[in-house]
T-cell receptor, first 116, second 113 residues
Framework: GAVVSQHPSWVICKSGTSVKIECRSL??????MFWYRQFPKQSLMLMAT?????????EQGVEKDKFLINHASLTLSTLTVTSAHPEDSSFYICSAQAGTGGREAFFGQGTRLTVV | GENVEQHPSTLSVQEGDSAVIKCTYSDSASNYFPWYKQELGKGPQLIIDIRSNVGEKKDQRIAVTLNKTAKHFSLHITETQPEDSAVYFCAASFDNYGQNFVFGPGTRLSVLP
């Protein structure tokens, strides 16, 4: 299957600081990328959908000013958690969808964010 | 909106036995149903998927069946091995042009040696 690389795999930051997470599709062009959040022992919850070159679409209840998403190219999307707080600590996962009409989604390895 | 239920939440089987995980969905417009395996601390990995125009799909030890009328689909793993131990998520997609996956709550499978 296609490869999606997420970086960093884990990060610890202080309260009030911002953290950027990168999601790259390594061997295909991803017209659409998705960002999920997963709390321990829970399922994946979609945060936002981003299409290359346009603004991200956020799910209800997700603060767009807190979770900044940029999808500047067909192979890179970034999620920036601004002014992080301990309650933002979670496992963040991106996925990418290749091409038009394709519906297979490939996930990155996830980023564990801990805010102290 | 779409709602996906998944059962059981935990499943323990002896190595070599079969494992079956079942999911139901609510939106009859859903037309794509992937299954993901997630190991601890890692992202989900697509293991098999099925589209609504197919009733069954098999890939070596893994198979998925879909009953559109009843709106349920199942994952079947035969000859289970310890490395099959993981959390499995089913999902339903109801958007022909995007992802919009709704995930089930997950099943923690333990294969006992």
């Amino acid at each position: 299957g296609a490869v999606v690389s997420q970086h960093p795999s884990w990060v610890i930051c202080k309260s009030g600081t911002s953290v950027k997470i990168e999601c790259r599709s390594l061997d295909f062009q991803a017209t659409t990328m998705f960002w999920y959040r997963q709390f321990p022992k829970q399922s994946l919850m979609l945060m936002a959908t981003s299409n290359e070159g346009s603004k991200a679409t956020y799910e209800q209840g997700v603060e767009k000013d807190k979770f900044l998403i940029n999808h500047a190219s067909l192979t890179l999307s970034t999620l920036t958690v601004t002014s992080a707080h301990p309650e933002d600590s979670s496992f963040y996962i991106c996925s990418a969808q290749a091409g038009t009409g394709g519906r297979e989604a490939f996930f990155g390895q996830g980023t564990r964010l801990t805010v102290v | 909106g779409e709602n996906v239920e998944q059962h059981p939440s935990t499943l323990s089987v002896q190595e070599g036995d079969s494992a079956v995980i079942k999911c139901t969905y609510s939106d009859s417009a859903s037309n794509y149903f992937p299954w993901y395996k997630q190991e601890l601390g890692k992202g989900p990995q697509l293991i098999i998927d099925i589209r609504s125009n197919v009733g069954e799909k098999k890939d070596q030890r893994i198979a998925v069946t879909l009953n559109k009328t009843a709106k349920h689909f199942s994952l079947h793993i035969t000859e289970t091995q310890p490395e099959d131990s993981a959390v499995y998520f089913c999902a339903a997609s109801f958007d022909n042009y995007g992802q919009n996956f709704v995930f089930g709550p997950g099943t923690r499978l333990s294969v006992l040696p």
